[in-house]
């Protein structure tokens, strides 16, 4: 397995942005998968993006489009995910994760990072 390691998260006013970073140890990265979901109080736990482990496919829940970005970068062993125009609604946990291949389901992915806490204000 892979661990994770994620950080970025903060507080931020409604129309600013936040970069959360994914740190990956242990089996090589490429192998993976990453996505980064999102878990508020008393809601289940929802795919924000996740990208192919060549970077080559993505995937974006439909309410962060054309507002967050996932990327990549192999070198450094890091995940990314931009995040900009935030909204009071996008305040959660926010977690990495990693699977063997891109899916939408939190039981595929085998590896979970901490959590990182992202607090937008209105």
């Known amino acids: 397995q892979v661990q994770l390691v994620e950080s970025g998260g903060g507080l931020v006013q409604a129309g600013g942005s936040l970069r959360l970073s994914c740190a990956a140890s242990g089996r090589a990265f490429s192998n993976y998968a990453m996505g980064w979901f999102r878990q508020a109080p008393g809601k289940e736990r929802e795919l924000v993006a996740a990208?192919?482990?060549?970077?080559?496919?993505?995937y974006y829940q439909d309410s962060v489009k054309g507002r967050f970005a996932i990327s990549g970068d192999n070198a450094k062993n890091t995940v990314y995910l931009q995040m900009s125009r935030l909204r009071p609604e996008d305040t959660a946990v926010y977690y990495c994760?990693?699977?063997?291949?891109?899916?939408?389901?939190?039981?595929?992915?085998?590896?979970w990072g901490q959590g990182t806490q992202v607090t937008v204000s209105s």
């Open positions: 994760a990693a699977a063997r291949g891109l899916s939408y389901s939190p039981d595929d992915y085998t590896s």
């Open positions: 990208r192919s482990n060549s970077g080559v496919r993505t």
